[in-house]
């Protein structure tokens, strides 16, 4: 029966072919157009960490001026960022489970060989907790040892694509590289591994490529490393000296720490101990604004920084309502179409075909012409994504259409162009045996 | 005549006519809201900026090793960069107008700091600064040269006695009150004068609604990146381009050259989403046009061909061509004009939703009449074909059995 009513609806598809074609190329756009933006929102939105994104918590400290809050539009926000000062202290206390503190930065590969011109690579300075928290996979060696952190070492973790670079791929755990005029020593290298969005640091842009190396937080003061990204202050303060600057109420340093569970028992606690120490530095005449330490875990993190722009959101629910556009062509075609089958379906009606069997060729048919325009529609996404890549100049293979993406896109499709024929479908089954046949 | 065949046809299947008119109306939302947010970005990227963005190539180098010395090596990539043919202008800038990194800073009129600060976009460059730029002074004067000075990262925060402001942060600052010869507070009450005003121009980050608040200190920062701003004689950017970045790679060692681009691929850059988003929309409301006008001619045809025993009936009662067109194009006005008034509806709903939800500009009204002046032509159009077809059917027709 199933191949039967799979031959009448081709059969009957292959009648009206330019009503065919609208019918395919509407449920093709609408799926292409819808799965595109989709897509971008699923990817934006997606949890990037979703094995402990309940357990990472990214802290704020209200350090900020004593006149005026951080954000005039949102005065309850302390700054989202630490100073240098209070991220060392905090680890220094070690009040979490695991604790790291980071910034962006970039050092000068010096040449090994004449020929080779020097290269500047981003490196993120932070500590050996890092890997742990964030689960960093691992090809070659380890990260540093927390003894590396203590007495400022200079090892540096390389990722897959530098590593590639400089070593071909091989395994360069042990070799040195010279960066600032200091020999590094490198103890690991990571693997692929590109969290979307980039969760741990929303602030200098959540979709961009991921640092080229890890170096110890602990060497800022001997290299005297300046941060990229984004740093805010708001005192006078005298900063001629690196050491100035370091202990200056600038923000520019991010702190995550990780947490035995996402309970509100061990984030209340872990708040104390945050009231506790900055009430100990209150008392020198630090954090005069009302106490306003918070932790936000990873979700909530993402949701406070906005990660997924207003304009995807605004392009979904225009696509969403475009969809419903291709739909209404659907069921105004199907419609139109189905009545001039009238005569034939009298013939079948007056044969003996019962409303039933009637009913379900109609739902075959569209099933087909469903299905065709999903797979169309499939194809049209993965053009629509390439577009989109290049619009926005994001790393090739951001954005991608996964197997749960594929899976929704056809199913959306079938279920869509099914609903769209069960009207049309129903009103041909009222068509009376033969009364058509009689007006001839 | 007219009405009488018309309606007792759409009447007699409601279902169609009013899918179809169902559809014109979400379509009608959809296009004016999208053309209205692409209008507000191709407006937003159109903006004068002030500055002479076609003619600016901008450098990024950064020296290392024991014994590099930033100060030497800016001026000598200064002068290596003036004394290229087609160069008319260069300076050290601490950041770049509209390349979306920059400095920003809260000024006052009054050294009163419980008074909250005018937000601004600072830069410190050379006198050579605003020619680079192509910037115009409105008023009052350029630095002199002896006011501009190397500032490293170890230098005393020193306040430069005199800085440029734009025209607009002029009138945040101090209204109608004229701003030349005025000082202005910076966050630590020190003062500056100010001695030029700059008619208008861009600061670092085009999203921010103070962009045009700018502040300019004298001075040629020699940080770790050393960002060059080139202005060349029109036209010759692009040749110059790989001039500057060979010359510059040749003469020493000591730094590595992290960019060379034009300013235009910079700003580009900053407003990418705006054109991302404009070129997407305008990608979808011509799918959706299209396919809207496809439909509409596509039904019109059907229904054409499953009634032209009527038509033939109704010519060979003594209906002329023209009747049968005006029949069909008035069937279809009727559908095209009941979507358009449901859409009017639809599209302030929908544009409601987007200004409250994601802080989208209120939809300007005048887009609506527009949009539906629009869509009766389209429709029209779409539907004259179909209708010229019913009127060819012949008169005999009605005779024979369909």
């Known amino acids: ?65 004593p006149l005026r809050p951080f954000n005039d539009d949102r005065p309850e926000r302390g700054p989202h960022q630490v100073t240098f000062h209070d991220a060392e202290r905090l680890i220094a206390l070690g009040k979490a489970k695991r604790q790291t503190a980071m910034f962006e930065s970039s050092l000068i590969i010096e040449p090994v060989n004449e020929d080779e011109l020097p290269f500047e690579a981003g490196a993120r300075v932070t500590n050996a907790d890092f890997f742990s928290m964030f689960n960093v996979p691992f090809i070659y060696g380890s990260s540093w040892d927390k003894s590396a952190d203590s007495a400022a070492e200079p090892v540096v973790v390389l990722t897959r694509e530098l590593n590639e670079r400089f070593y071909g ?152 309502l475009f969809l419903l556009v291709c739909l209404l062509s659907t069921i105004a075609l199907l419609l139109t179409k189905f009545i001039g089958k009238t005569n034939e379906i ?25 299905t065709t325009g999903g797979l169309i529609g499939l194809a049209l996404a993965g053009l629509g994504l390439q577009g989109i890549e290049y619009l926005y100049d994001a790393p090739a293979g951001l954005v991608r259409l996964d197997w749960i993406m594929m899976f929704a896109a056809i199913g959306m499709a079938i279920t869509s162009s099914v609903i769209a024929g069960i009207y049309p479908a129903w009103r041909v089954c009222q068509i ?3 009364a058509q046949l009689k007006t001839q | 005549m007219g009405f009488g065949p018309m309606m007792s046809s759409l009447l007699r299947n409601k279902t169609g006519p009013l899918l179809v008119a169902l559809q014109i109306a979400v379509t009608l939302a959809i296009v004016i809201n999208s053309l209205f947010i692409i209008m507000q970005r191709v407006e937003k990227m159109n903006r004068p900026t002030g500055i002479d ?144 005003i700059i008619g208008h121009m861009h600061g670092s980050w085009v999203t921010w609604d103070k962009l045009t608040n700018v502040v300019i200190q004298p001075g040629k920062p020699a940080y770790t990146t050393n960002k060059y701003i080139i202005r060349v004689e029109p036209g010759m950017r692009d040749e110059l381009l790989p001039v500057i ?87 279809n006005w009727l559908v095209t004009t009941a979507g358009a008034l449901l859409g009017a509806l639809l599209t302030f709903a929908l544009a409601y939703w987007l200004e409250v939800s994601f802080e989208l500009p209120r939809l300007d009204w005048r887009f609506l009449p527009a949009g539906i002046v629009t869509l009766w032509v389209m429709s029209s159009l779409a539907a004259f074909e179909p209708a010229r077809r019913a009127a060819s059917v012949p008169p005999a027709v009605a005779t024979r059995s369909v």
Do not use: C
């Not at chain 2, 000598?76 to 050290?92: E, F």
């Not at chain 2, 020193?158 to 701003?179: C, K, N």
């Not at chain 2, 700003?267 to 409301?285: E, W």
């Open chain 1, 1 to 65: 029966m199933f191949n039967y009513n799979i031959k009448l609806a081709l059969k009957s598809m292959r009648r009206n072919p330019i009503m065919t074609a609208l019918m395919v190329a509407a449920i093709a756009v609408g799926i292409g157009i819808s799965m595109t933006t989709l897509t971008v929102h699923y990817m934006m939105s997606g949890n990037p960490i979703p094995e402990k994104s309940d357990t990472l918590f990214a802290i704020t400290l209200d350090s900020w001026n």
């Open chain 1, 169 to 320: 791929g091989e395994d360069s755990v042990g070799e040195r590289l010279t960066m600032q005029g200091i020999q590094f020593q490198i103890v690991g290298v990571i693997d692929n591994w590109e969290p979307t969005p980039r969760f741990y640091d929303p602030i200098n842009g959540g979709f961009q490529d991921i640092n080229e190396m890890f170096i110890p937080f602990t060497l800022t003061r001997a290299l005297e490393l300046g941060s990229n990204g984004s740093d805010w202050g708001w005192k006078s303060e005298e900063t001629t000296t690196f050491e100035q600057w370091l202990n200056s109420e600038s923000v520019w340093v991010q702190y995550w720490i990780e947490l035995d569970s996402g309970s509100v028992n061990d984030r209340d606690d872990y708040v104390t101990h945050l009231n506790a120490y900055v009430g100990e530095q209150k008392k020198l005449g630090r954090f005069e604004r009302p106490l306003n330490n918070r932790i936000f875990n990873v979700m909530e993190w993402m949701e406070y920084h906005e990660v997924v722009a207003n304009d995807a959101k605004v392009l979904l629910g225009l696509s969403f």
């Open chain 1, 346 to 370: 009298s013939l079948r009606r007056a044969l003996g075909a019962s409303r039933k069997v009637i009913f379900n060729q109609q739902i075959a048919e569209v099933a087909v012409i469903g």
């Open chain 1, 432 to 434: 009376p045996p033969a």
């Open chain 2, 53 to 196: 963005v076609d003619n600016v190539i901008v450098t990024y180098v950064r020296g290392f090793g024991e014994d590099f010395d930033v100060v030497s090596s800016i001026t000598n990539d200064i002068d290596l960069i003036k004394s290229i043919s087609g160069v008319v202008a260069a300076t050290v800038s601490n950041h770049v107008p509209l390349s979306g990194s920059g400095s920003g800073t809260g000024l006052r009129a009054v050294a009163d700091e419980t008074i909250t600060p005018i937000g601004v976009g600072r830069f410190r460059w050379s006198e050579e600064g605003l020619d680079a730029m192509g910037i115009e002074l409105s008023r009052g004067r350029n630095f002199y040269p002896q006011e501009v000075n190397y500032i490293l990262p170890t230098s005393e925060n020193g306040t430069p006695p005199s800085v440029l402001i734009t025209q607009d942060l002029a009138e945040s600052l101090f209204g109608e009150e004229d701003a030349l010869g005025k000082p202005v507070y910076w966050g630590d009450m020190e003062a500056s004068t100010v001695v030029g």
């Open chain 2, 245 to 331: 970045e060979q010359k510059l790679g040749e003469s020493n060692r000591q730094r590595v050259i992290k960019r060379v681009s034009t300013l235009e691929d910079l700003a580009a850059r900053s407003y990418q989403q705006d054109r991302g988003t404009a070129i997407i929309l305008s990608i979808v409301i011509s799918l959706l046009i299209g396919l809207t006008v496809l439909v509409i001619v596509g039904l019109s045809s059907f229904h054409v061909t499953q009634r032209t025993k009527q038509i033939g009936t109704r010519r060979a009662l003594g209906a002329r061509r023209i009747d049968i067109i005006k029949q069909f194009m008035l069937e």
